[in-house]
């Protein structure tokens, strides 16, 4: 796949606790990414957190939150990421669970896959 010059990124703002059908969301996220054809996806963990009901989610020690904040990153083509769209709406329907998707326009300088080893 070639990917290179102007596409989008997605984000995807869950927490760690949110399934579907028993599987982690962002796992859900990531095989339905893969299956639709995406260049690729990223789930990255964070630290500490607040979303819309101001609960905060942390790592502290003292703290610890079982509910930590995951971001799903998706890039591809502006119209690969448009298309996908209905379906990560729908998987969240489909959830029930809060969360926030966001976009913004990118500049894919490389994209490539390393050589096998």
């Known amino acids: 796949m070639k990917l290179e010059g102007k596409g989008k990124l997605l984000r995807i703002f869950i927490?760690?606790?949110?399934?579907?059908d028993?599987?982690?969301?962002?796992?859900?996220?990531?095989?339905?990414?893969?299956?639709?054809?995406?260049?690729?996806?990223?789930?990255?963990?964070g630290v500490e957190s607040f979303g819309a009901g101001s609960m905060i989610h942390t790592a502290k020690l003292l703290e610890l939150s079982e509910d930590l904040p995951l971001v799903i990153e998706l890039v591809d083509s502006e119209e690969k990421v448009d298309a996908f769209l209905p379906i990560v709406e729908g998987i969240f329907e489909k959830a029930g669970c809060g969360g926030?998707?966001?976009?913004?326009?990118?500049n894919v300088i490389h994209y490539t896959h390393g050589k096998e080893k």
């Open 15 to 20: 927490g760690e606790d949110d399934h579907l």
């Open 22 to 45: 028993k599987k982690p969301l962002y796992h859900v996220f990531v095989e339905r990414a893969r299956e639709f054809g995406m260049a690729g996806a990223t789930v990255l963990r």
């Open 100 to 106: 926030m998707i966001t976009e913004e326009k990118v």
